[in-house]
């Protein structure tokens, strides 16, 4: 068993309530505009930590991040990437992934919108965290945490914070 804590759009700011929102996770995943080298540092010191990189992410993010990652979790298979679309309408970079080998949980940031939602079509849990970060069009930050166990995907939190 193991706790996620998953973020995406941080666009390089720090929020010190992420040490004590992330305390009780194994594990940080973040889905891509993590926004600077020394951001994804600080999550690195804070927890394990997977990320991909997002299209505002420089050079330095590209090198040590990828655009796409594909992982294995307590038997739950996982696909993130940042710019990923959502069931009905997946980005046509991922979407022939999607439909040849279909994830258990697909992962995906970009839209600055929170949304979890179960595709019937290919039986995966698309997850979207929103924006954690200040830099954006929405009014409230979000993040998730869950827990993945045996297989199993539950106890999914969404976290709310002030902008």
């Given at each position: ?7 995406s ?8 309530k992420?040490?004590?929102?992330f305390?009780?996770?194994d ?12 951001l994804?540092?600080?999550?690195e ?14 050079q330095?993010?590209?090198l ?5 990652i594909?992982?294995?979790v307590?038997g ?6 940042h710019?990923?679309?959502?069931p009905?309408r997946?980005?046509?970079k991922i979407?022939?992934?999607?439909v040849?080998?279909?994830p258990?949980?697909f992962i995906s ?8 939602i179960?595709?019937?079509q290919?039986?995966?849990?698309h ?5 954690a970060?200040n830099?954006?069009?929405h ?13 199993n995907?539950?106890d ?5 914070m002030?902008?």
């Open positions: 068993m193991k706790k996620i804590g998953l973020l759009d941080t666009h390089g700011f720090w929020d010190d992420f040490e004590e929102y305390v009780d996770c594990e940080i995943w973040h889905a891509g505009d993590i926004g600077t080298i020394e994804a540092d600080r999550f010191r804070l927890k394990p930590f997977r990320a991909v990189y997002g299209n505002i992410d420089d330095s993010l590209r040590v991040y990828p655009e796409t594909r992982f294995e307590e739950v298979d996982v696909l993130m990437t710019i990923g679309g959502y009905g997946y980005n046509h979407k022939e992934v999607i040849s080998n279909p258990k949980l940031g970009h839209s600055h919108i929170l949304k979890v179960y595709d019937k290919y039986g995966c849990l997850m979207n965290p929103g924006a970060g830099h954006g069009f009014h409230v930050r979000t993040m998730l945490r869950f827990v993945v166990d045996d297989g995907i539950r999914l939190e969404v976290i709310e002030k902008r």
